[in-house]
Structure formats: C-alpha cells, structure tokens
C-alpha cells in the first residue's frame, strides 16, 4: 500500500507535538488591531491545542 499525503494546508497551520496535541495559532490578531483592546491582541497571540474531536479528524490529514 502507498504512502499517504499529507494535507499542505495543515502543514502549514498545524504542529503535531510528541504529546500527540496539534498546536494551533489563533484567528483575528493579524488586521485592523486599532479596534481591538489591548487585552484582546495579547490573548489572540496565546498558542492554542484542538480538542480531543478535531485531534482525531486531523489525524487523517496530517499522518507523519
């Protein structure tokens, strides 16, 4: 049987850790920070895990 691919997109948006979490960066901190609180930007910029469900979707896009 082939190897499987990956799914480029993922590459490029997620980590998988030794743990077996997938890391991910949050939405909303790139553009019009002028209307966001300070508090808002700091907490947007905190690295975020998927939970146990999108973890087990994304095992079959990201299998190495």
């Excluded at 799914?7 to 948006?13: D, E, G, L, T, V």
């Excluded at 960066?25 to 999108?54: C, E, P």
């Amino acid at each position: 049987m082939p190897k499987m691919k990956s799914h480029s997109a993922c590459k490029k948006r997620f980590k998988k850790l030794a743990g077996g979490k997938i890391k991910r960066s949050k939405a909303y901190k790139r553009h019009h920070a002028w209307a966001k609180s300070r508090k808002q930007i700091n907490q947007l910029g905190v690295t975020a895990y998927f939970n146990a469900t999108d973890t087990k979707r994304l095992e079959k896009l990201l299998p190495y």
